[in-house]
């Protein structure tokens, strides 16, 4: 039964003013159950001017749906609300978010211009339901603009609400992170692959216990298994344990090439940017990752594939997760990746290239003093023709990442530098 056959709306806002029909409907992970129990719920439409949205959450407190522009909670531009038990009044806010982890100061305000209008609201005994619209473009520099692509969308709720509409507000109960595209016309669907698929590997870091450190990065190595002929890997999945996914902020796994001896007989390890793991000097080669709001499979384009060859048999792989644990807890993990595989070869065999910029250590060290701080690299044709067929390669997807210290990323491309 839909979860949207119940209940009395207590508020009606713009909706017939702004004739936005809710066509779009998503499932967002809820961290505390594999099971479509207590499930949580968005639903959307769009115009040529404005997003509506309505959230279906399994609390009778506080919920929420933010604009990330990483998946993280700061900086992010949120719609706060909740339904008064006492009036019945449906609160709908626009609220901005900035959190510093390493002061553990988390800020909810409220902005200046109101964007969300309420449209609607409502509660039963176990769920409330917020609906609301917003214009597309962003109204003011507190606000984030909907956009034709994949956008980091942040959820989180309490059971308890405000004392008042400006009142304190309790750290959220739950949260989580996925990935969304408001603007796109026609939904993409997923590709069926189930009859192609003839083998799974899987690479866990296997009940390890993770030490209460607000940041760490830990890795699990192991060996491939015999490959009698040619496969490709055609899709990947995250292995997330449910109780530990407010941890885990990614997980990348690596093939490890001419691996020495000394190293190959590690098993856990640390292995983050400043910690002594030259294990991971000679572990470069990605083969795939996950980050959080990410989806649950990605995909490969329809003739292509990841190769999994005869040669590869028995070389060593390392699966590092980044656990981001701003509540110091101790606690024992199993997560991993999963990659789908098929012996029914396909045209094209897919890699992956990392290029950047290191400054004068894995963190990115910046000068003193300064409020904005600029680097630019460049991956000159002296290094591409050394690795490159002449005839180029196509890309298919792209991520950015610079760790703790970006907080902009220009999204330039030009066309004649296209490989």
Not at 138 to 145: E, F, H, W
């Amino acid at each position: 039964m839909s979860l949207l056959t119940w209940g009395l709306l207590f508020g009606i806002g713009l909706n017939s003013a702004v004739g936005v029909e809710l066509s779009r409907r998503v499932i967002l992970p809820n961290p505390t159950t594999d099971t479509g129990a207590n499930s949580l719920e968005l639903c959307w439409g769009f115009n040529d001017t404005h997003v509506e949205v309505q959230l279906s959450y399994p609390t009778l407190g506080w919920l929420t749906m933010g604009l990330s522009p990483n998946g993280g909670m700061d900086q992010s531009d949120v719609l706060f609300g909740y339904v008064n038990d006492t009036t019945n009044e449906v609160v709908i806010q626009d609220r901005f978010l900035t959190a510093d982890m390493e002061s553990m100061k988390i800020v909810l305000s409220l902005d200046k211009v109101q964007n969300w209008q309420m449209v609607s609201g409502s509660k039963n005994d176990t769920y409330t339901v917020l609906r609301a619209v917003r214009k597309i473009k962003a109204c003011d520099n507190m606000d984030r603009s909907f956009t034709n692509l994949e956008q980091a969308v942040i959820y989180s709720y309490h059971s308890k609400l405000p004392d008042s509409p400006t009142g304190k507000i309790r750290k959220h109960s739950q949260r989580g992170q996925t990935t969304v595209n408001f603007l796109r016309a026609t939904p993409i669907p997923d590709p069926d692959i189930a009859n192609e698929i003839t083998k799974t590997l899987e690479f866990r870091i296997d009940n390890r216990t993770v030490s209460g450190k607000e940041t760490q990065y830990s890795c699990k190595l192991t060996a491939l298994p015999v490959f009698d002929k040619k496969y490709q890997s055609i899709a990947s999945q995250p292995i997330i344990n449910k109780a530990n996914m407010k941890y885990i902020h990614h997980m990348l796994v690596y093939v490890c090439m001419d691996l020495p001896a000394e190293y190959a007989k590690k098993d856990f390890f640390a292995c983050g940017p400043t910690d002594d793991s030259f294990v991971m000097k000679y572990c470069q080669n990605m083969i795939g990752g996950w980050a959080m709001g990410a989806k649950e499979t990605n995909y490969q384009p329809a003739d292509v594939g990841s190769p999994f060859t005869p040669e590869m048999t028995g070389m060593k792989v390392v699966v590092q997760i980044h656990y981001n644990n701003p509540d110091l807890a101790t606690f024992v993990d199993d997560s991993g990746m999963r990659f789908l595989l098929t012996d029914q070869v396909r045209k094209y065999d897919s890699g992956t290239i990392m290029a950047g910029i290191f400054s004068l250590d894995f963190t990115l060290t910046m000068p003193p003093g300064l409020e904005t701080f600029h680097v630019q690299g460049q991956c000159s044709d002296q290094c591409t023709r050394t690795m490159l067929p002449e005839e180029g390669i196509n890309i298919f997807a792209s991520n950015v990442h610079m760790h703790t210290r970006g907080i902009v990323y220009p999204d330039i491309l030009h066309q004649e530098a296209l490989l």
